[in-house]
């Protein structure tokens, strides 16, 4: 039997993604969801019975501090992505011509290298002695340096720095579907720009305001590297503490557990993202535009 | 006190050095239906974005109510627009569209229901009220579209070939409702176009434009019958166009040579002998007759039937004449009349009654842009 060279690629392709996934998702994460019932062991990693304890520690006020401290610098990460990104991703989206490129250009220019290295140059722009303190001295704003790095503020600009592209791409993609005879027919029945902008703008541009924030906030929870040489020993974030619980503390069942949490929130954020999706295209199919 | 709504006076719009509109004058009185007629990209659809205020003149004045319009935004000008694409908010239900300007305007609550209400039972959606946009047919987004700019009760209403999306069903349909409509409410209605049947039908003037400027502007009667270019002629409705030399100017009347033969018509617009005329005749203007009818009354042409089309409540022939032009006449079935029987390669008379024609100076640029509507 002659089988379809077309069909068997499809499939092989598919398998191929799909044995991928299977071998570098889903059994590492079933790994870390078996380690978190498991004891921690004396020689070995991990002992094998059964135990709740891992789960039950997440309790700890401590612990909760570092969750509620990572949901909380994510938000202001997303927050600032958000409200520096769109002005950008509007101007981005309304340009023509040459400089359109160019500003894309400057969104992508970031990719082209590590990120770790982008954050060791914000620790030399943001050091006691560094660029920014120099500046502001220069400026006669202060007399003496004063505290930049190792504060939750430093965390939140170098998640900011590193994670804007991915608020700006999902933005700029929407706001540039935004049918500007829709601005007009608002404007011809009287809205000021203010309402056009809550009214109009925002609602339309919404599945990009989801998308960007998504792709900010998640990864920002997630980010140790940033959080440890921006932060200091001070911001402990869910990223750190599952870093250091594998690799300093050697508590695998801890980390795991901890993990798995984290997964878990990102995967409800992610259910509730694919809702709004499917209720914004419901409105927008079909409409003569 | 005028009743003048809209006076555009000496108006000219160019972009990038193109110049769309060439000092356009217009005055539009109130309550009055007008059309823009023209083929794309003469300069219609800019001429509604300068009144909706989406576009400034870059010179001349462009008054409502008699004041000057210059430095008015669009969102402050009394004016609502119903837009090719209708543009409706796809986020917002069908009566959240059509609140939309009354909750701008500070109307309370509970009186914008009513307004909104009213507007959608008007163009018969109030049981649509809830949809999206969306969920409606073409025909349903293009009432929702008026109503919502209806509620206003503007000034003027402009509308951009709203019924362009529409099969032509439903295109008759509305443009009665469209007509009933502006009578019932009184208000100024701009209607742009580039269907000439449409603006025939619904316009009590049409302002036909072509190339930046306005050809003619009369009652659709006078457009039709007496277009004074021959862009009008051609544009608006179907025109035998013959061409003729002035021979001989007598009281009132002129001679001219025209396709071998010597016919007399009324001097109209003050012919001098030797001069080149256009002489333009409707297709439903000209009778037909059998050579074994006689010789009918002047004027008339000659000719052998080359095409006999039916068209059901029409029979239309193409006629070669004996100059080798070839012309259009419709004839209607008569109850009166019972041979309208014609056979290809027949001898016939296509005659006309004097005055029925419009007789125009030929024009230079006469061959240069041969326009089908």
């Not at chain 2, 669009?74 to 409706?88: C, G, K, M, W």
């Not at chain 2, 009166?336 to 125009?360: I, Q």
Request: aromatic fraction near 10%; hydrophobic fraction near 50%; glycine fraction near 6%.
């Amino acid at each position: 039997m002659r089988v379809n060279p077309l069909f068997s690629f499809k499939w092989f392709s598919a398998g191929l993604i799909w044995f991928w996934l299977g071998l570098f998702v889903l059994v590492p994460l079933l790994m870390l969801l078996t380690a978190s019932f498991l004891q921690r062991g004396e020689t070995e990693f991990v002992k094998f019975a059964f135990t709740l304890e891992n789960y039950q520690r997440i309790f700890n006020p401590i612990y909760l501090d570092v969750f509620w401290n990572s949901f909380y610098l994510a938000a202001m990460t997303t927050l600032f992505c958000l409200l520096l990104g769109y002005p950008f991703a509007f101007l981005l989206a309304r340009v023509t011509g040459k400089y359109k490129h160019l500003l894309l250009l400057f969104v992508i220019i970031p990719f082209w290298t590590s990120s770790l290295i982008r954050t060791y140059a914000m620790v030399i722009i943001l050091k006691t002695n560094g660029v920014m303190n120099s500046f502001l001295q220069w400026l006669g704003l202060i007399q003496e340096p004063i505290q930049l790095l190792y504060t939750p503020a430093a965390v939140v600009v170098g998640l900011v720095y590193s994670l804007l592209p991915f608020m700006v791409l999902p933005l700029y993609a929407t706001i540039e579907k935004l049918d500007i005879r829709l601005i007009e027919a608002a404007k011809d029945l009287g809205a000021r720009n203010v309402r056009i902008f809550w009214s109009i703008i925002i609602p339309l541009t919404m599945p990009g305001i989801i998308a960007g924030s998504m792709l900010v906030f998640l990864p920002a929870l997630g980010m140790f590297y940033i959080p440890d040489l921006l932060g200091g020993a001070k911001a402990l974030l869910i990223g750190n503490l599952i870093q250091n619980q594998f690799l300093s503390a050697r508590d695998w069942p801890f980390g795991a557990a901890v993990s798995i949490i984290l997964v878990l929130v990102m995967s409800l954020l992610l259910v509730l993202y694919y809702f709004s999706i499917l209720r914004n295209s419901n409105n927008r199919d079909k409409v003569g535009l | 006190m005028n009743d003048l709504v809209i006076e555009l006076k000496q108006v000219s719009k160019s972009f990038d050095g193109v110049a769309i509109l060439k000092n356009i004058d217009l005055e539009i009185k109130k309550g009055e239906f007008l059309t823009l007629l023209g083929p794309s990209g003469c300069g219609k659809t800019t001429i509604l974005r300068l009144l909706a205020g989406f576009e400034t003149p870059s010179s001349g004045t462009v008054l409502i109510n008699g004041e000057d319009m210059l430095q008015i935004e669009p969102e402050d000008r009394h004016i609502n627009t119903v837009f090719q694409s209708y543009a409706l908010f796809p986020h917002m239900s069908v009566f959240d569209n059509v609140a939309f300007g009354p909750k701008i305007r500070g109307v309370p609550k509970a009186e914008i229901a009513t307004q909104v209400m009213d507007a959608l039972r008007m163009v018969k959606l109030e049981h649509l009220a809830d949809r999206k946009p969306a969920q409606l047919s073409g025909g349903q987004q293009q009432r929702v579209a008026i109503a919502r700019a209806v509620v206003n009760k503007p000034l003027v209403l402009l509308l951009d070939e709203p019924l362009s999306a529409l099969d032509y069903k439903l295109r008759k349909e509305m443009q009665i409702e469209l007509k009933q409509l502006q009578r019932r409410l009184g208000i100024t209605f701009i209607f742009v176009t580039h269907d000439q049947e449409e603006a025939l039908s619904m316009s009590d003037r049409i302002a036909v434009m072509n190339a930046g400027k306005i050809e003619q502007l009369g009652t659709p009667k006078n457009i039709y019958e007496s277009p004074n270019s021959l862009f009008v002629a051609r544009f608006v409705g179907e025109s035998n166009i013959l061409v003729g030399e002035v021979i001989k100017v007598g009281d009132d009347c002129v001679e001219m040579r025209l396709e071998n033969k010597i016919i007399s018509l009324k001097n109209t617009k003050n012919f001098q002998v030797s001069q080149s005329v256009n002489l333009l005749l409707r297709p439903e203007d000209l009778h037909v007759y059998d050579e074994d009818e006689g010789i009918p009354p002047e004027p008339y042409l000659h000719g052998i039937i080359e095409e006999v089309i039916y068209k059901g409540t029409t029979v239309d022939l193409l006629i070669r004449l004996d100059s080798g032009k070839q012309i259009a006449a419709t004839q209607f079935f008569n109850e009166d009349d019972p041979k309208l029987d014609f056979r290809m390669g027949e001898r016939v008379f296509a005659g006309w009654l004097e005055g029925w024609e419009a007789l125009l100076p030929s024009e230079a640029a006469e061959n240069s842009a041969p326009v089908s509507p």
